[in-house]
């Protein structure tokens, strides 16, 4: 069976093209995965949007209800980076959805990846740089309130700091979240996940994947987990907007096939989600995000 990717065409919620958000990198990253043979019949599986019941999980029930009724106010839609209306809105939902759906096929399956996620700075009362719903958050706190996973790892390498994914989770014990990022970046007050490693800026290829050696069987032999989230934002790349660590395409493959290979020689799901990546060339970034799932394929 071909990887089990979750997409959907909403993902895109139609920004200009100038917009300081790539959302163009949506339908390119499934143009990249078509390209590659990756987005076959039998490898695609829609997301559906997250019910409130779900989103309130990991959400004040305020927020989740000034989303769905996109009546966010002003001051918290400044800090999301757009206003929230009823296609950013719709974005939010499926996206955590389909991180859902890729957790829940990642239990089946070993190995399954959502073409969003990773919207790792959304708190529990409100969004915050580019990230409206935290999907992870969400759909962790379903599969544990369903008694699908007890023992939940959260492995963020996104080149910004996880802290709305610790806000929401860092005081659960079933979660453990692990935070790999650029010290420098955003956001300027970081809230502490159970474990947070600060990288110098231009860290680069060697260094960096040194420094996560070091690390994954310290994080594996934490617990017996039952699936990790793996959120494999790119951008770490040198030619990110965003990023400062300096890894090249080469770095970032070498990254994916060193955390998946970690966690899936020891029987351990991994659901992957894309994270952050921004840069003008909307294509080269869509392919930065594809070497996720070209990875992934190798272990499905
Ligand atoms: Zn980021």
Known sequence: ??????????????????HRFPMSKYPLLMEALRARGLAGADALNTAEPAPASWLKLAHTADYVDQVLGCSVPEKIEREIGFPVGPRVSLRAQLAAGGTLLAARLALRH??????????HHARRAQGAGFCTFNDVAVASLVLLEEGAAQNILVVDLDVHQGDGTADILAGDQR????????????PVRKIASDLDIALPD??????????????????SAKARWDIIFYNAGVDVHAQDRLGRLALSNDGLHGRDTMVIDHFRAIGIPVCGVIGGGYSTDVP????????????????A
Do not use: K, W
């Open 175 to 186: 979660v453990f979240t692990f935070s790999m990022h650029g010290d420098r970046n955003y």
């Open 202 to 219: 231009g860290t680069g290829d060697a260094a960096y994947l040194e420094r996560l050696a070091a690390i994954l069987p310290d994080l």
């Open 1 to 18: 069976m071909p990887l089990q990717i979750v997409h959907h065409p909403d993902y895109d919620a139609g920004f200009a093209t100038n």
């Open 110 to 119: 070993g190995i399954a990846c959502n073409t969003a996620g990773g919207s």
């Open 284 to 299: 080269a970034l869509a392919a930065r995000h594809a070497i996720l799932f070209e990875v992934a394929s190798n272990y």
